[in-house]
């Protein structure tokens, strides 16, 4: 039987100054330059403790903590690392903080914490702490545009703010490392059926934001969930991505039933294995926006 990674398994070396931590289901990426260190996402609060155990086992203290997008899985670990990195700088992308400030943001952050929280205990994984009671802070976060870069010795960060998956969406280029940490933007990678396409805020600026990474040519891509990918295979990911995608628009687009028809349709088909970390209500409203966008 393969070997499903665990806590104890990170912080796993990808390469020179790059690393992947936290555990399968959420992958955070380190990013250490002879200046300075970047943590690529934030992941929830039950695996902050985790994250801050395997810097210290690396010995690093993140300079810059970057938030890909303001989604739960990816920034509700934020005030746990805030807390223990006090000087470390915040990145988010543009759009990132208003997202957050929306009445209906507060309530889904705090509910999806929880029950993912429930989760990974079912699977055998040990929060350090209770799940959060309100949502993390961006004070004094710096939202960093499309093109620009940080320098962190040696290794410099070029961040990517692209459309389709999520506002707010920021991804990470690191050139010298042909690595790419992409987050969600090829979609929820399901290792045993393939992606869920998830183009919540867009199907035509997900299909451009697909093209626009391929193009890169990354030979590392650090996706948000069950691990990277390397060489072949992450060439490989980004003709599933783009099909996946395609295939399911097309077929949403051919379906003259109403909204709540296809949601029981596509609803089991997709919400099994690593998907059922989220809410059954999340995946039921994320195939309403993907109906709604592929009709758009």
Same mark, same amino acid.
């Given at each position: 039987?393969?070997?499903?990674?665990?806590?104890?398994?990170?912080?796993?070396?990808?390469?020179?100054?790059?690393?992947?931590?936290?555990? @399968?289901?959420?992958?955070?990426?380190?990013?250490?330059?002879?200046?300075? %260190?970047?943590?690529?996402?934030?992941?929830?609060?039950?695996?902050?403790?985790?994250?801050?155990?395997?810097?210290?086992?690396?010995?690093?203290?993140?300079?810059?903590?970057?938030?890909?997008?303001?989604?739960?899985?990816?920034?509700?670990?934020?005030?746990?690392?805030?807390?223990?990195?006090?000087?470390?700088?915040?990145?988010?992308?543009?759009?990132?903080?208003?997202?957050?400030?929306?009445?209906?943001? %507060?309530? @889904?952050?705090?509910?999806?914490?929880?029950?993912?929280?429930?989760?990974? %205990? @079912?699977?055998?994984?040990?929060?350090?702490?209770?799940?959060?009671?309100?949502?993390?802070?961006?004070?004094?976060?710096?939202?960093?545009?499309?093109?620009?870069?940080?320098?962190?010795?040696?290794?410099?960060?070029?961040?990517?703010?692209?459309?389709?998956?999520?506002?707010?969406?920021?991804?990470?280029?690191?050139?010298?490392?042909?690595?790419?940490?992409? @987050?969600?933007?090829?979609?929820?990678?399901?290792?045993?059926?393939?992606?869920?396409?998830?183009?919540?805020?867009?199907?035509?600026?997900?299909?451009?934001?697909?093209?626009?990474?391929?193009?890169?040519?990354?030979?590392?891509?650090?996706?948000?969930?069950?691990?990277?990918?390397?060489?072949?295979? %992450?060439?490989?990911?980004?003709?599933?991505?783009?099909?996946?995608?395609?295939?399911?628009?097309?077929?949403?687009?051919?379906?003259?039933?109403?909204?709540?028809?296809?949601?029981?349709?596509?609803?089991?088909?997709?919400?099994?294995?690593?998907?059922?970390?989220?809410?059954?209500?999340?995946?039921?409203?994320?195939?309403?926006?993907?109906?709604?966008?592929?009709?758009?």
């Amino acid at each position: 039987m393969e070997h499903q990674p665990t806590a104890a398994d990170y912080p796993q070396r990808l390469t020179d100054g790059l690393w992947v931590l936290g555990n @399968s289901y959420f992958n955070l990426y380190l990013v250490r330059g002879t200046a300075a %260190a970047a943590l690529v996402d934030a992941g929830i609060s039950a695996v902050a403790d985790d994250v801050i155990g395997q810097l210290e086992k690396l010995g690093v203290t993140p300079d810059h903590l970057v938030v890909t997008h303001p989604h739960p899985d990816h920034i509700n670990g934020l005030d746990a690392l805030r807390d223990r990195y006090p000087a470390a700088r915040v990145v988010i992308g543009p759009g990132a903080r208003e997202f957050l400030a929306h009445p209906k943001t %507060a309530a @889904s952050l705090v509910a999806e914490d929880r029950f993912m929280a429930a989760f990974l %205990a @079912s699977k055998g994984f040990r929060a350090g702490r209770p799940p959060i009671e309100r949502p993390p802070s961006v004070e004094g976060a710096v939202a960093a545009g499309d093109g620009e870069t940080l320098d962190l010795g040696g290794l410099t960060l070029r961040f990517l703010h692209v459309g389709g998956h999520a506002i707010g969406n920021i991804l990470v280029h690191v050139p010298a490392l042909g690595a790419l940490m992409c @987050s969600d933007s090829l979609g929820f990678r399901i290792p045993r059926i393939g992606f869920f396409p998830i183009f919540f805020t867009g199907y035509a600026d997900y299909m451009a934001a697909i093209d626009r990474l391929e193009a890169l040519e990354p030979r590392i891509l650090c996706l948000a969930h069950q691990g990277p990918l390397l060489g072949e295979d %992450a060439r490989k990911a980004f003709r599933d991505a783009r099909e996946a995608a395609r295939t399911l628009c097309e077929e949403i687009r051919n379906d003259p039933r109403d909204e709540d028809a296809i949601i029981r349709d596509l609803y089991p088909r997709y919400y099994r294995d690593e998907l059922a970390l989220y809410t059954a209500d999340n995946i039921i409203g994320c195939c309403r926006l993907i109906i709604r966008r592929s009709r758009a």
